[in-house]
């Protein structure tokens, strides 16, 4: 009788054990990997700012995981913006900026002379990085605007990929028959190969 009793006292034991092991498996997946903190400056600094489709304060410190996050800022007035970025073992600073695209946007930056100015500064900045990486990737630029014989060379926002700030096209305007095979010996005198470069011929009639 006693060992007939004890058997479903046995069962419940490692049916309670399981379990146990499965709930401190699940805290230890969700609580485990190494986390870092993102610290956010946000501009307007009350628009809504999402970290992986959670909502997060606009401005201050949260702790992520490594991986990779996607950022989204929003606000009536102003245009949104996505950011997706990995983080690692190392704190991450970032600064959510948005532009205003309507006339609520325009007259809140009017009552915000302080962040207006700030935003014009980090747009300087933003252009200045953007400029110095496509002159690392793009050495012609060094010598545009350029005019040879019968031809000028310039440089526009890149018509293959259009939607990427880093990518532009060459543009070369030609007034004479000869003046394609000048533009391209122009070029591999300075190393580059044409073929690597997206170039837009314009012939002047």
């Given at each position: 009788m006693l060992?007939?009793?004890?058997?479903?006292?046995?069962?419940?034991?490692?049916a309670l054990a399981v379990v146990l092991i499965v709930i401190g498996g699940v805290v230890l997946f969700r609580g485990g990997g190494s986390k870092?903190?993102?610290?956010?400056?946000?501009?307007?600094?009350?628009?809504?700012?999402?970290?992986?489709?959670?909502?997060?304060?606009?401005?201050g410190e949260v702790k992520i995981k490594e991986g990779q996050h996607t950022l989204v800022?929003?606000?009536?007035?102003f245009q949104s913006y996505t950011e997706t970025f990995t983080s690692g073992s190392d704190p991450l600073t970032y600064k959510m900026y948005l532009y205003a695209n309507s006339a609520e946007g325009r007259e809140w930056t009017k009552n915000n002379p302080e962040q207006e100015r700030e935003l014009e500064a980090e747009a300087g900045r933003k252009y200045d990085q953007i400029q110095q990486r496509l002159k690392e990737k793009y050495?012609?630029?060094?010598q545009l605007p350029y005019i040879g014989p019968g031809?000028?060379?310039?440089?526009?926002?890149?018509k293959s990929d259009p939607k990427n700030p880093e990518a532009i096209s060459i543009v070369i305007e030609?007034?004479?028959?000869e003046?394609?095979?000048?533009?391209l010996q122009w070029i591999k005198g300075y190393g580059w190969d044409p073929n690597t470069l997206d170039i837009i011929w314009k012939a002047d009639k």
């Amino acid at each position: 009788m006693l060992e007939e009793n004890r058997r479903p006292f046995m069962i419940g034991v490692v049916a309670l054990a399981v379990v146990l092991i499965v709930i401190g498996g699940v805290v230890l997946f969700r609580g485990g990997g190494s986390k870092t903190t993102l610290s956010v400056t946000s501009i307007p600094n009350d628009l809504t700012l999402t970290l992986d489709g959670h909502q997060i304060p606009a401005n201050g410190e949260v702790k992520i995981k490594e991986g990779q996050h996607t950022l989204v800022g929003s606000r009536r007035g102003f245009q949104s913006y996505t950011e997706t970025f990995t983080s690692g073992s190392d704190p991450l600073t970032y600064k959510m900026y948005l532009y205003a695209n309507s006339a609520e946007g325009r007259e809140w930056t009017k009552n915000n002379p302080e962040q207006e100015r700030e935003l014009e500064a980090e747009a300087g900045r933003k252009y200045d990085q953007i400029q110095q990486r496509l002159k690392e990737k793009y050495p012609i630029l060094g010598q545009l605007p350029y005019i040879g014989p019968g031809f000028q060379a310039t440089y526009t926002q890149s018509k293959s990929d259009p939607k990427n700030p880093e990518a532009i096209s060459i543009v070369i305007e030609t007034w004479t028959p000869e003046a394609k095979t000048k533009a391209l010996q122009w070029i591999k005198g300075y190393g580059w190969d044409p073929n690597t470069l997206d170039i837009i011929w314009k012939a002047d009639k």
